[in-house]
């Protein structure tokens, strides 16, 4: 079992930053051994994949609307994910949830399948 617990969220203008992290923990869970990623949600929208890596970090995959301006990222000593979320829009308002891959080494980002959430954290974005 694996618990995510994410952190950063806020209210920024528009052109701003933030920066995300996702603490995991676990008994059994090795983080470092886990593909992690980011999930967004607007209300009355959708969850939406924001952003992906593997898990040795050699992989990432950005969801289009978020490519070029967020940038995921991973430090297995602190067992943390981060999204660095640079010039923000107003659109990118919601709440944001961390999650780990349902199976272990996994090669590409691309191939992650969420099997733990977060609770998430709010980000708005203001105009």
């Known amino acids: 079992q694996v618990q995510l617990v994410e952190s950063g969220g806020g209210l920024v203008q528009a052109g701003g930053s933030l920066r995300l992290s996702c603490a995991a923990s676990?008994?059994?869970?090795?983080?470092?051994?886990?593909?992690m990623a980011w999930f967004r949600q607007a209300p009355g929208k959708e969850r939406e994949f924001v952003a992906a890596?593997?898990?040795?970090?050699?992989?990432?995959y950005y969801g289009n609307s978020v490519k070029g301006r967020f940038t995921i990222s991973r430090d297995n000593a602190k067992n943390t994910v981060y999204l660095q979320m640079n010039s923000l829009k107003p659109e990118d308002t919601a709440v944001y949830y961390c999650?780990?891959?349902?199976?272990?080494?996994?090669?590409?980002?691309?191939?992650?399948?969420?099997?733990?959430w977060g609770q998430g954290t709010q980000v708005t974005v203001s105009s």
């Open positions: 999650a780990a891959d349902n199976s272990p080494f996994k090669g590409r980002a691309t191939n992650l399948a969420p099997g733990s």
């Open positions: 676990g008994r059994t869970f090795s983080f470092s051994h886990y593909g």
């Open positions: 890596i593997s898990w040795s970090g050699g992989s990432t």
